[in-house]
């Protein structure tokens, strides 16, 4: 009954957890400009995130190797920290975005500006990295991110025509889009989705909470299940931007934009629901974004690290964290928009993505690190797959940027 | 058909053959009780120029130490770090090579970890509950 439950509880924190600003935004402008002509890309990329999480989670488990201590050992010291330098830049974008979308989220709450809340969900971030345990961390932001259902129920409360919304779904670029905007934002979508950090976090996670191979089936249920239904999160965010946004031609370029369906179809009380899952949603991905530089760097060094060490024991990995934290309320002191630095963070990760990807797929076929446990045909013929889509979203992310103008 | 005791008999050392850029190089090492403690950097040699040589006349080099610090940066960027700027971990003191390197003595015991130290004391250690688990 305990292990049945806690399946339960890990499927539902995987469910509130996939979401983060990157797929908030994202979703909501993709589907007030192109409706749901892009939404081919969300299965793309959770098909993707679900092969390599639930990777890089097995070899963590098996082998008792985090992500980039394989990077740092497979690519080796050049290559390892022309990733390191990448990887903790595009996080550090990702952090800054997440705690401007606290500050934004916590603004619809309480009608205070963004600005006085950026240093409160700064400090709030590092009490919870400094003193929670990992486990209460996980589960409690993990269920107070279900809060973003609200999302699906305003889709049902809109009572969108279903045969025609089914019709809105064909990969149709609109001819008011240049196509090079069409491809730039399904670039976005796809780096929102597989965003480097998860695969972090994800097997530095399993180190924490002390996995072994006797707790994959249970990953695996966790991952198979609820990233598909996180993605359904996604999509109902798009679902609603289309059916509010796309016919009055509005765009969306704020967070209070994203929620305003779910205003229109459930009033108040359904706003609350789904602003309590959008600051759920952003604090839980800043936690771990911020956790994710943190262990980037201490893995490449090979630094004590963890959330299950005191933080005297794993010193230079909360000096890295605390650092991250000051730069980007940095970031955020100087007024720049934090859905902006979120529009760019997701499209620099789609560029960072091959160099982390690669070493997890040789790694998982390396018999001295996973023994009898190496990568089935399958999981490595559906991996190839989505490593060769990996690498043409990479390359063509910054000529993308560039023609389309960052999606203008 | 074959007869056993004709075939010459291989007296070569036993051991694992181990590839230093494969096994050695960019791998883990940890203490005795799981804390890590580096990444090896670089291998600190000895006979490269004057070892012994074998009957093939191949010169027998054997690992020193296993080094870390700096010496990553003149291993990326080329050039040479200072012989005393070397964090070095003797090889006497390796106990297990797999898929991380064990060394038999605590973490704390080695010059190769005193920035932890030195950030512990002066910046984590003396901010409040930082000597606390998390609860």
Redesign the interface.
Known sequence: MKKVLGIFLGILTAIGGFVDIGDLVTNAVVGSRFGLSLAWVLPVGVIGIIVFAQMSGRVAAVSGRATFEIIRERLGPRLGMANLGASFLINLLTLTAEIGGIALAMQLASDIQPGLWIPVAVVAVWIVLWRVKFSIMENVVGLLGLCLIAFAVAVFLLHPDWSALAHKAIPVMPSSEHPSTYWYYAVALFGAAMTPYEVFFFSSGAREEGWTKSDLSESRANVLIGFPLGGLLSLSIAVCATLVMLPRGIQVDSLSQVAMPVAQAGGKLLLIIVILGMVAATFGAALETALSSGYTIAQYFGWPWGKFRRPAQASRFHLVMIVSLLIGLGILATGVDPVQVTEASVVFSALALPLTYLPILLVANDPQYMGDQVNGRYTNGIALVFLFLILVASIAAIPLMIVSGMGA | MTDASRLPVDDSPRGTVLDAHLHL?????VDPNG?????V?DLELDGVEDGPQDASGAVRVTVRGLV?GPV?WT??FGGRAPEHRYDELPWSDVGELG??IRVDKP?DSYEASW???W??ER???R?P???????
């Open positions: 190089l960019d791998r883990q090492i804390m890590p403690i580096a990444v950097d870390t990553l291993r990326i898929v991380v973490a920035t932890e130290r950030v512990r910046v984590i250690g901010i509950g930082g000597r606390h688990a998390p609860d």
